[in-house]
């Protein structure tokens, strides 16, 4: 069964800094695109950052580059996005997505039909 099981949200304080995991069950990362979403009360979701499993290229949006860095780790089967200088605005509930795709990422990545979603894990900025 595949899964995806995110973890490593909480509360910081604006400029500080976290790492979010997205544990893989199920399946192999080399397979697969593996993209972060956020979505915050009565806002749309937004793709922050994409990373191939193929060749670990990788996309970030403008509103989140120079600050956050998506990284992944084949043997734990696990992908990161490490957030740093957070900023109040980028408080939201955090989602990992899967889509099984061997490619090289593009700023379109954002956009593609995701298979697999985890639960999700509230990320707040506040002081």
């Known amino acids: 069964q595949l899964q995806l099981v995110e973890s490593g949200g909480g509360l910081v304080q604006p400029g500080g800094s976290l790492r979010l995991s997205c544990l893989a069950s199920?399946?192999?990362?080399?397979?697969?695109?593996i993209s972060w979403f956020r979505q915050a009360p009565g806002k749309e979701r937004e793709g922050v950052s994409c990373?191939?499993?193929?060749?670990?290229?990788?996309y970030s949006a403008d509103s989140v580059k120079g600050r956050f860095t998506i990284s992944r780790d084949s043997a734990k089967n696990t992908v990161y996005l490490q957030m740093n200088n957070l900023k109040p605005e980028d408080t939201a509930v955090y989602y990992c997505?899967?889509?099984?795709?061997?490619?090289?990422?593009?700023?379109?990545?954002?956009?593609?039909?995701?298979?697999?979603w985890g639960q999700g894990t509230q990320v707040t900025v506040s002081s």
């Open positions: 990373i191939s499993g193929m060749d670990g290229s990788t």
């Open positions: 997505a899967a889509l099984r795709w061997i490619t090289t990422v593009q700023p379109t990545c954002v956009r593609y039909r995701y298979d697999y």
């Open positions: 199920g399946f192999t990362l080399n397979a697969y695109v």
